[in-house]
């Protein structure tokens, strides 16, 4: 009991650790993609305290819950109608890969998320050290499906290899995102080729999104043994 205390504490200063070194390279002025999720959450509250301290940012959620916290917090936001380019966007990943490819969405907000990675200029990934691995594929990738195209969709993505089964609420409901869309959660193993395996998926019809991010960040904050390590794409560290 004391010992899983104490790795969830560690991994909580992790969090917490990345997430205010990123934070630190939002700038006055800035659009800032607000991401989703524990680690994002920290990413927002420290962002609050600039701001508060007088930082003049707006900031675009990537979900209804990061968008609450946000008001709560007091951070100004905008929509994407409004504002199209983003300067920085900070956001949690499942996993990472030494190319700083991600598996996004255990949260449900893959589809907002990878939107507004995609309209920021920088986009700055956030973890505690568990997140780091060799490959992609020990967490299951969550494929956003329309409700209409769930089960056909399953059998075709269970034909590229994977083991499927629909995101439910504890309940027992399936789980819908904010667009109203529904997750399957694909264990595929180890993804040898991340890159070939999105393309696959882009291309089933009533797939919406899925949680590869291939390319898309310039830099990984990680937390470990009480510092940062920083990640760049490209880099060999």
Known sequence: MNS???ELNTLDQEKQLAARAAVQLVESGNIVGLG???TAT??????AERVREGLKIVGIPTSQKTKQLAEQLGIPLAT?????QIDI???GADEIDPQL??????????????????????????????KQVAHLGKFPLPVEVIPFAESVNQTRIEALGAQVSLRRYPYGNPYTTDEGHHILDCNFGEIADPASLAQKLRSIPGVVE??????MAEMAFVGKD????QVRRGSKS
């Open 4 to 6: 899983a205390a104490n």
């Open 36 to 38: 989703s999720g524990s």
């Open 42 to 47: 920290y990413a927002i509250r420290f962002l």
């Open 80 to 84: 994407l109608e409004k504002q199209p």
């Open 89 to 91: 966007d900070i956001d």
């Open 101 to 130: 490819n991600l598996i996004k969405g255990g949260g449900g907000a893959l589809l907002r998320e990878k939107v507004v990675a995609s309209a920021s200029r920088r986009f700055l990934v956030i973890a505690e050290s568990t």
């Open 210 to 215: 899925h949680g590869l991010f291939i390319g």
């Open 226 to 229: 009480g510092r940062v390590i």
